[in-house]
T-cell receptor
Framework: GAVVSQHPSRVICKSGTSVKIECRSLDFQATTMFWYRQFPKQSLMLMATSNEGSKATYEQGVEKDKFLINHASLTLSTLTVTSAHPEDSSFYIC??????????FGSGTRLTVV | GNSVTQMEGPVTLSEEAFLTINCTYTATGYPSLFWYVQYPGEGLQLLLKATKADDKGSNKGFEATYRKETTSFHLEKGSVQVSDSAVYFCALTLNRDDKIIFGKGTRLHILP
């Protein structure tokens, strides 16, 4: 079945640094990738939708300059958290639509900013 | 707007008990409905889905029926196991390849 590989699974970084999260579709082409953020014991909040070869669409309230999304190829989408602060600590998950109304999720990235 | 409402947890049951997690939705069109499961520290996995009214999705003993008249998609399982302990999300999407709208999730604890 369709697999989305997400890396890293966990990352700890210092305040002010940037962190890049990658999501790769391993056996299918993902023209669209959804990026979600999940706070502890809460639901998933859609941050943005990336489309291969075009600019990402950000949800209201999400800072596009802080959360840079790139979708340079049909198999790779990246989320870069720039100038990270402790309040950016969260669980980030990517998802790509597949065939037959199936959506494949990455395994998530736990970001801790210290 | 489009939204999903599901019962708040946590839900605690004994092994082999009957499970129901309620889910209702509001949608401007004709959505497809999903249940996703999230095990601790992991991403989401599709549990089951239904794409039109009266469809029943089923997987691993779980079932949910798309009820258009009550705008509901309740999750049921006849006999839960400890390994079913997880967070369950009800969700919808209006169009294929469109974004998924999630409910807040229901944490399920199954006691041996």
């Amino acid at each position: 079945g369709a697999v989305v590989s997400q890396h890293p699974s966990r990352v700890i970084c210092k305040s002010g640094t940037s962190v890049k999260i990658e999501c790769r579709s391993l056996d299918f082409q993902a023209t669209t990738m959804f990026w979600y953020r999940q706070f502890p014991k809460q639901s998933l909040m859609l941050m943005a939708t990336s489309n291969e070869g075009s600019k990402a669409t950000y949800e209201q309230g999400v800072e596009k300059d802080k959360f840079l999304i790139n979708h340079a190829s049909l198999t790779l989408s990246t989320l870069t958290v720039t100038s990270a602060h402790p309040e950016d600590s969260s669980f980030y998950i990517c998802s790509a639509p597949g065939a037959n109304y199936g959506y494949t999720f990455g395994s998530g990235t736990r970001l801790t900013v210290v | 707007g489009n939204s999903v409402t599901q019962m708040e947890g946590p839900v605690t049951l004994s092994e082999e008990a009957f499970l129901t997690i309620n889910c209702t939705y509001t949608a401007t069109g004709y959505p497809s409905l999903f249940w996703y499961v999230q095990y601790p520290g992991e991403g989401l996995q599709l549990l089951l889905k239904a794409t039109k009214a009266d469809d029943k999705g089923s997987n691993k003993g779980f079932e949910a029926t798309y009820r258009k008249e009550t705008t509901s998609f309740h999750l049921e399982k006849g006999s839960v196991q400890v390994s079913d302990s997880a967070v369950y999300f009800c969700a919808l999407t209006l169009n294929r390849d469109d974004k998924i709208i999630f409910g807040k999730g229901t944490r399920l604890h199954i006691l041996p």
